[in-house]
């Protein structure tokens, strides 16, 4: 008589793979992308010195990182019951702190506008609070029942629009202070565009680099990721 040796039977298919494995540890894996997104932002907002012009894609990437990185985290912040206090507080931050502060900087360039460097620091502040506003809208679209990969989707494609120059464009279209007929040519302040195209954009450049970023934003969202992760977790669609 002999033996046979029996295989185990195969895990099923949500079990097998990266992104099941993700899946398992959901509840604590928005902390892995909230350090990195932490410590940058603290990097950028306190040791670093307020700096409005970008040199090259290396710095680019750098200082949006902490954007992208607190996106993932937002996406996959667990569903709790403490929703309505969240957003509450995310409020009383914003009027309680990134108000009074905005404010108060927009105040000290009032007095030191004479200085080269005195609209930075507004500047930095001004991005911080744009995330800040970006993902307090994914925090809530998340904690209002949205899945992990609407999230997702909505944040990249938020990113996208940030930086695709829009508000560049209106600042050209909408800024007062030129007279008719003597607006800039060439948008000399959007560095994030300089980095790319490698010089200073014409009007018509910028509305190009704007245009290609909104139709990727429009991609994103059209991307079909929540069957892609249901897939791959044995996931019937339904």
């Known amino acids: 008589m002999t033996a046979t040796l029996t ?38 907002m306190v040791v670093l010195p307020p700096d409005q012009t970008l040199d090259n894609v290396a710095e680019w990437a750098f200082k949006l990182s902490p954007f992208a990185f607190a996106v993932v985290a937002v996406a996959l912040f667990p569903k709790v019951r403490m929703a309505p206090a969240m957003i509450g507080l995310g409020v009383i931050v914003y009027m309680g702190y990134l108000d009074t502060e905005f404010v108060m900087r927009i105040q000290e360039y009032g007095r030191t506008s004479s200085a080269d460097d005195s609209f930075q620091p507004i500047y930095q502040f001004e991005l911080f609070i744009t995330t800040f506003i970006v993902l307090f809208a994914l925090m809530a679209y998340r904690l209002g029942g949205a899945r992990t990969a609407n999230v997702l989707k909505a944040g990249v494609a938020s990113i996208l629009v940030v930086v695709s120059g829009l508000n560049d464009l209106t600042f050209w279209a909408l800024n007062e202070v030129w007279a008719a007929g003597s607006r800039p040519t060439e948008l000399k302040w959007a560095s994030h565009i300089i980095v790319f195209v490698g010089g200073p954009p014409s009007v018509a450049t910028a509305v190009v680099f704007m245009l290609v970023h909104l139709v990727l934003a429009g991609i ?19």
């Open 7 to 44: 295989e185990p039977p195969a895990a099923p298919a949500r079990d097998r793979g990266w992104i099941p494995a993700l899946y398992r540890g959901r509840r604590w894996l928005w902390l892995v992308p909230t350090i990195p997104a932490a410590v940058i932002t603290g990097l950028i």
């Open 220 to 238: 994103v969202i059209a991307l079909p990721l929540g069957r892609w992760v249901d897939r791959a977790l044995g996931i019937p669609s339904t």
